[in-house]
């Protein structure tokens, strides 16, 4: 029984997935949606041959989630983020590059280049990096804006005018910056004061939104989303009152990275594709569309002018640290989730 | 009706008595793979026990029930009360099914009846204008709702220009919303099978019983609803329980504040709780509660149809 299932699961995910055959000159792409400008995949095909096939998802446990419902095995690469690079390794979902398989890796910046979310880039490059706070609309709020409290507590014209990101660990991370304490805490005090805090905070939320994070805050639905960088930039070029912030408290830094998948049917052009994409006019042309920052040396050279200059990438004097999501164990994860559940029944 | 269900249809030969396995059989091999089968891997996943980040450990458990109906504080080490949490989700699921059920009838059921006493030649362009919207993706038509009800959005603006309001009445995010977007989502279904039985339904019986002195009320209550009942409660069943089940207007209308149902199960295998069990412990429960309420409905129906025979 258990085997029949397993086999079910992976034929379905196989039929789900778009012609993943092994074939030569082919590559299968596990990638988050609207990520990847389409000439840039073209210029791959130009140069190498190998066609591309791209799957798309929209978060990072969708994808963690179908992988192991049996698609591993199907894709050669995907894009996870920080926290969710770890993770995979430690599902044993990655296959380790080799040393001087990657003609390029040179190429990655001295500060990408030992994360401590996969040492020594074991398995991983460098794709976008931003980070993940929130926007204020100033037309309808003239004072300071980067402070935590905006979110979790804030003053009484903004409350009910506020969009959360439904994505559990960018919420929970902002939250532990706002009280000042460290993410993934066993402490029990310290867990029962999270709850509490979020608790209250709710009250003064108007929606959980992700996908829509950009239009709630440009049709005028809510007055503070929390937002990614680019996005923001984005939301600005639309609605120019809308101002980015960098809290005092910190703000969560990520980074998405190229992963070479465990069992990869097209092992080889998988490490052609990264290679290509640690070229700094390949990586440029991502940033270009998707208004992230690379993490490439010499990438800055083919950057449009206004990125270099964009407030949304440019923390403010006395904002606090940029911190990656933590992964916490079993144990904390359950108090996590039975957290979020209450925000959220 | 009850003369029919006894005789099990029209037909007195069975024609094809020495085929009907064989002919049935491309039907069973349907039901088994895309029914019977997921639902029963759905029943063993909800007893195993559940992996870190999601995936199963084969090992019989009962913890994603007892998460489901015991409360046992943030760190799971108190005594256990009961969760209310879960049938509070559960209860607002089907609070709001519900009353998008009872506003399509209230629309559907007039509309329904408008069609089917048009000339005939006319009824089928009536049915063909109903179903056009529904063309269109489900999710374009739920997030145009959310452009046309929002605040700044066209609906308060035509009001305000019109003088009936000087502010913007707040209806994106809230109940009401989801429940708008619900109806508007599954109208048809109600709509369809109500046109269906008052387009079959002998209008002579109306001018009898006018004829009797009956006034038009209860004509109504007692003549024309006792005849299309099959209908009514087709369409409510058909609007009720993909409502229950609903994501999208819930996130894209309520602001995905409160979990319904279908988001708190979707939550279990795409969010960061990655509990498999008790997604398929909670989809367990649904489908219990939706048998029942079709059972109930079945009942009432065959009391009601031996009432009459």
Not at chain 1, 44 to 50: N, V
Request: net charge negative; hydrophobic share 50%; aromatic share 12%.
């Amino acid at each position: 029984m258990k085997n029949l299932l397993k086999t079910s699961a992976a034929a379905l995910a196989l039929t789900v997935a778009a012609n993943a055959a092994a074939a030569e000159g082919k590559l299968v792409v596990y990638h988050w949606f609207e990520y990847m400008p389409a000439e840039l995949l073209e210029k791959f095909t130009a140069e190498t041959g190998i066609e591309v096939t791209m799957d798309t998802y929209d978060s990072n446990e969708a994808m963690l989630a179908s992988l192991k419902a049996g698609a591993l095995g199907t894709y050669d690469v995907a894009v996870p983020g920080d926290y969710m690079v770890s993770i995979m390794a430690g599902e044993g979902m990655l296959d380790t590059i080799g040393d001087g398989e990657l003609a390029n890796k040179g190429n990655i910046a001295p500060e990408w280049a030992d994360p401590a979310f996969d040492p020594g880039r074991a398995s991983s490059i460098p794709y976008q990096w931003g980070s993940t706070s929130f926007a204020v609309n100033t037309a309808a709020y003239s004072g300071e804006i980067n402070d935590t409290s905006i979110l979790f507590d804030p003053p009484a014209e903004l409350s009910g005018k506020i969009n959360m990101l439904d994505s559990q660990g960018e919420v929970m991370a902002l939250a532990s910056l706002h009280l000042g304490i460290p993410q993934c805490s066993t402490d029990r005090d310290l867990l029962k004061g999270l709850n509490a805090m979020l608790q209250d905070a709710k009250g003064h939320w108007a929606s959980f939104n992700s996908d829509t994070a950009k239009e709630v805050m440009v049709s005028g639905d809510v007055d503070v989303g929390m937002i990614y960088d680019g996005f923001a930039a984005k939301a600005r070029a639309e609605k120019e009152t809308l101002k980015y912030a960098f809290p005092a408290q910190g703000y969560v830094v990520w980074m998405d990275n190229v992963v070479l998948l465990k069992d990869a049917p097209n092992r080889e052009n998988a490490i052609k594709f990264m290679d290509f994409l640690l070229e700094p006019e390949n990586i440029a042309a991502v940033s270009n569309y998707a208004r992230y920052a690379p993490g490439v040396t010499g990438a800055a050279d083919h950057l449009d002018p206004e990125l270099a200059t964009l407030p949304e990438a440019n923390p403010t004097p006395g904002s606090g640290a940029g911190v990656f999501i933590e992964v916490c164990d079993e144990q904390t994860q359950a108090v996590y989730d039975q957290i979020w559940t209450n925000v959220k029944k | 009706m009850a003369a029919g269900a006894a005789s099990g249809g029209s037909a007195t030969t069975d024609t094809y008595a020495s085929a009907r396995n064989l002919l049935l059989l491309p039907s069973w091999v349907i039901l088994g793979i895309f029914v019977l089968a997921p639902v029963i891997m759905m029943l063993i996943y909800s007893f195993l026990t559940k992996e870190f980040r999601g995936g199963v450990i084969w090992q019989f458990s009962l913890a994603a029930y007892d998460q489901f109906f015991f409360d046992r504080g943030l760190f799971g080490d108190e005594p256990a009360k009961i969760e209310w949490t879960y049938i509070n989700i559960f209860w607002r699921s089907t609070w709001q099914a519900g009353a998008a059920t009872i506003l399509s009838l209230l629309i559907g059921f007039p509309t329904a009846y408008f069609i089917a006493t048009r000339e005939e030649s006319v009824r089928p362009i009536w049915v063909f204008l109903i179903t056009i919207p529904y063309w269109v993706n489900l999710l374009i038509r739920t997030v145009s709702m959310k452009f046309l009800l929002r605040d700044e959005g066209p609906l308060n603006d035509f009001l305000m220009s019109t003088g009936l309001i000087d502010s913007p009445i707040h209806i994106i995010n809230t109940n009401f919303a989801v429940q708008l977007g619900l109806f508007y989502s599954y109208l048809p279904f109600m709509v369809l099978p109500i046109y269906a039985a008052v387009e079959r339904y002998n209008f002579s019986m109306s001018e009898a019983a006018a004829d009797l002195y009956a006034s038009k009320w209860v004509t109504l209550r007692r003549i024309v609803l006792p005849a299309i009942k099959p209908g009514v409660i087709a369409g409510c069943i058909l609007v009720f329980v993909p409502s229950l089940g609903s994501f999208l207007a819930p996130d894209l209308l309520g602001g995905a504040k409160n979990f319904m149902i279908g988001s708190l199960i979707e939550e279990q295998f795409k969010g960061n709780a990655g509990n498999w069990p008790f997604g398929a412990a909670a989809s367990m429960v649904l489908l219990s509660m939706v048998l029942i309420i079709l059972m109930i409905f079945a009942r009432q129906q065959s009391k009601a149809d031996k009432a009459e025979g």
